[in-house]
């Protein structure tokens, strides 16, 4: 009986001309970034060869940049996805090596755009990095909760945005944002993971286990400096720093390395809570950093029943805190929010999945996206000043 279908042992080979070019094929790994750097694999000399035989069939040799690369099956899976949506693919082999040590120097000064080591590219002249301190007086107001959610809604508008946990003894951030990857290191470059578009930084992930870390102001300050200059953060809109409760060591060598910087400052609605973040926010009168404003925490608790709202923790903590150091700087420290009361803020950081993604709409989630927004729109004002763009909301 006659059949359209050639048997087992008869193998069709499409005619020469049907192979697909090997410009189309780099063409299409430059759509495939690194999953760590974010730039294209072609861009980053990451592509070793390309081959193609003449029934269409590919195979790309890919350098890693160190052997025991993380993401060595993801940079494998989107190199093969993307070369057989080229057409005149059959198939695709994909094939892993590693850079040299000079390619991986090569690479390092690439990416440093031929600037000097250990230098914080957030702190040099022209960066149109926004920097956030974001501060408290005491702990246990939620000033994490805070900045990883604020880091998210930003990273979902669209900006680039990166976190460095820099409360060093009780690092939280990873948990938090869900961020459960390791650096990886290239020559002396960390490259840091990400979780929902926001790299992330922390000590927590050079540390085994839940072990605590023991360390005097020097050891904190080079660690912070590592955290900024050693990290390859890329074009970044926004960079966040969670900083431990109080006036310590960090906060001093934030404004030493990144003066900068601007201080946000989280409070709870009670009296001795104000009073603390208060003073906290005064340190911007000796470093003279600017003061962003005041984020109200726990501002009060929406009742399931009735809808009012109870205050668990009083009121008017937020402007207390805004006035005081309105006066204390001289210039005027607004409030940029009040957060209530909602278990599902605290469910997220549990879980690492940011209310501001999980469940906007919550009255937490929502409070947290406007004043991401406000944020936001300074950046864009920053950023868009030469293309004449209007942020939204001045302050």
């Not at 007086?137 to 976190?163: E, F, I, P």
Request: aromatic share 2%; net charge negative; glycine share 10%.
């Amino acid at each position: 009986m006659a059949t359209d279908t050639p048997p087992d042992s008869v193998r069709v080979v499409p005619p020469a001309d049907a192979a697909p070019s090997e410009d189309a094929i780099r063409d299409a790994l430059a759509t495939v970034n690194d999953p760590e750097i974010h730039r294209p694999i072609t861009e980053l000399g990451m592509v070793k060869s390309v081959d193609i035989a003449a029934d269409g069939a590919v195979a790309v040799v890919v350098y890693l940049t160190v052997s025991g690369c993380p993401m060595r099956e993801t940079i494998t899976s989107n190199v093969r996805e993307a070369v057989e949506r080229v057409e005149g693919v059959t198939s695709v082999a994909v094939e892993l090596d590693v850079m040299s040590d000079e390619q991986r120097k090569e690479l390092a000064a690439s990416l440093r755009g031929g600037t000097a080591e250990r230098e914080v590219p957030f702190a040099q002249p022209g960066s149109l990095t926004r920097v956030y301190a974001v501060a408290s007086g005491k702990g246990g107001v939620g000033k994490s909760s805070v900045t990883v959610n604020l880091a998210a809604a930003m990273a979902a508008d669209g900006l680039k945005v990166g976190v460095v946990d820099a409360d060093i003894y009780g690092h939280s951030v990873p948990r938090m944002l869900g961020a459960d990857g390791k650096p990886t290191q290239v020559e002396n470059m960390i490259m840091p993971p990400s979780a929902h578009g926001v790299k992330v930084i922390s000590i927590g992930m050079f540390t085994p286990g839940n072990a605590p870390v023991v360390w005097r102001g020097p050891m904190l300050h080079r660690a912070l400096q590592q955290f900024l200059a050693d990290v390859y953060w890329g074009d970044l809109d926004v960079l966040l720093l969670d900083l431990p409760p109080g006036t310590g060591d960090i906060a001093i060598s934030v404004a030493q390395l990144v003066p900068n910087a601007e201080i946000l400052v989280v409070t709870t609605p009670q009296q001795a809570a104000a009073e603390v973040a208060e003073r906290a926010g005064s340190i911007a009168v000796q470093t003279h950093q600017k003061i962003v404003g005041v984020v109200e925490n726990m501002s009060g608790l929406p009742c399931p029943h009735c809808d009012e709202m109870v205050d668990v923790f009083g009121t008017g903590g937020g402007e207390r805190v805004a006035e005081g150091l309105t006066r204390t700087t001289g210039a005027q420290v607004p409030v940029l929010g009040a957060i209530p009361i909602d278990v599902r803020l605290r469910e997220g950081g549990d879980e690492g999945k940011p209310v501001v993604l999980s469940d906007p709409d919550s009255p937490a989630g929502a409070a947290i996206r406007a004043i991401a927004g406000k944020l936001g729109d300074r950046q864009r004002g920053l950023s868009g000043m030469s293309l004449g763009i209007t942020p939204r909301n001045k302050f």
